[in-house]
Nanobody, 116 residues
Framework: QVQLAESGGGLVQAGGSLRLSCAASGNIFSINAMGWYRQAPGKQRELVAIATSGGSTNYADSVKGRFTISRDNAKNTVYLQMNSLKPDDTAVYYC??????????WGQGTQVTVSS
C-alpha cells in the first residue's frame, strides 16, 4: 500500500514563506516524477511544479522565480519551497507521485492560506 504524507501548509501573510513536504512510503517501483498541484475554491486543479527522476523541473508561470521544487530520491520525498507568497496562492496543495506502469497517487492535500 503506497501512502503519501504531506506536511507544511498553514496560514501566512503575503510576502511570507512556507515549505511543503511530501514523503512517499510503501512499495513504489521506479518513480518517474513527483510534483505539486493546487486547487483553489471554484477552480480546477492545476500544476504548480514537477520534478522528474532525470533531474528536470517544470513550473507554472505564476510561480516561477518564487517557488522551488526539490527531491530527496533516497527518501522518496519532494519539497516545495514557496517564497514571496501572494493571496492568489491560497489553495489546497496536493502532492502527486507518478511511477512505472501508469501508477499515480495523490496525497490528501494541505491547505495554504495567504492573507493580504
Amino acid at each position: 500500500q503506497v501512502q503519501l504524507a504531506e506536511s507544511g501548509g498553514g496560514l501566512v501573510q503575503a510576502g511570507g514563506s512556507l515549505r511543503l513536504s511530501c514523503a512517499a512510503s510503501g512499495n513504489i517501483f521506479s518513480i518517474n516524477a513527483m510534483g505539486w498541484y493546487r486547487q483553489a475554491p471554484g477552480k480546477q486543479r492545476e500544476l504548480v511544479a514537477i520534478a522528474t527522476s532525470g533531474g528536470s523541473t517544470n513550473y507554472a508561470d505564476s510561480v516561477k522565480g518564487r517557488f522551488t521544487i526539490s527531491r530527496d530520491n533516497a527518501k522518496n520525498t519532494v519539497y516545495l519551497q514557496m517564497n514571496s507568497l501572494k493571496p492568489d496562492d491560497t489553495a489546497v496543495y496536493y502532492c502527486n507521485v507518478a511511477a512505472a506502469y501508469g501508477f499515480s497517487r495523490w496525497g490528501q492535500g494541505t491547505q495554504v492560506t495567504v492573507s493580504s
